[in-house]
């Protein structure tokens, strides 16, 4: 029986504390919907000023009506931030494979202000335009920063003659 007891306070808890997050309570004798010059939108109790800050001021008025929001027109519903997309890398081809050297150097920079991880794609070419190796790596570039990389060739470097690099590395979701 004693713990009937805690679950009915931690329910009355639980739901007086959601109806004050979504602004139901309402406070002295004013009710919900009952708007005195508040611009708030959703859920809001005639009495809550919002503003379009994260934070929530709330204004308690007294009986007369002759009085107005003081709030810049916010609907006073905070949200966390949504992540701005990456823009795309650029890729500067440093120097192609040789047989001393078989990979591509390959510099990735990262015009964003967040570190993110990007696509390098490097294709090796003969001496007639055909392909000897396609590289698709996946390079981690810091905010704001260059990364050098190689590309290795799988296969007779000595048959490359020439690489071809995308100038774009897409980020990777």
């Given at each position: 029986m004693?713990?009937?007891?805690?679950?009915?306070?931690?329910?009355?808890?639980?739901?007086?504390?959601?109806?004050?997050?979504?602004?139901?309570?309402?406070?002295g004798h004013h009710g919900i919907g009952k708007s005195?010059?508040?611009?708030?939108?959703?859920?809001?109790?005639?009495?809550q000023d919002h503003d379009s800050s994260t934070s929530h001021r709330h204004t308690y008025y007294d009986d007369d009506d002759d009085y107005g929001s003081t709030g810049s027109g916010g609907s006073g519903v905070s949200s966390t931030p949504t992540a701005t997309p990456l823009q795309d890398a650029t890729t500067r081809l440093v120097s192609c494979a040789t047989?001393?050297?078989?990979?591509?150097?390959?510099?990735?920079?990262?015009?964003?202000?967040?570190?993110?991880?990007?696509?390098v794609d490097v294709?090796?070419?003969?001496?007639?335009?055909?392909?000897?190796?396609?590289?698709?790596?996946?390079?981690?570039?810091?905010?704001?920063g260059t990364v050098t990389v190689h590309e290795y060739v799988s296969g007779s470097a000595a048959r490359v003659d020439h690489c071809d690099l995308d100038d774009v590395a897409q980020p990777v979701s």
């Open positions: 004693h713990l009937r007891g805690r679950r009915l306070k931690f329910t009355a808890v639980l739901g007086f504390v959601v109806l004050s997050l979504t602004g139901f309570t309402g406070h005195h010059g508040s611009s708030g939108g959703g859920c809001s109790s005639g009495s047989v001393k050297q078989p990979y591509a150097t390959v510099e990735v920079t990262n015009p964003n202000g967040t570190s993110g991880t990007f696509s294709t090796f070419k003969d001496a007639n335009g055909g392909d000897v190796d396609t590289r698709l790596d996946q390079v981690d570039v810091p905010a704001g």
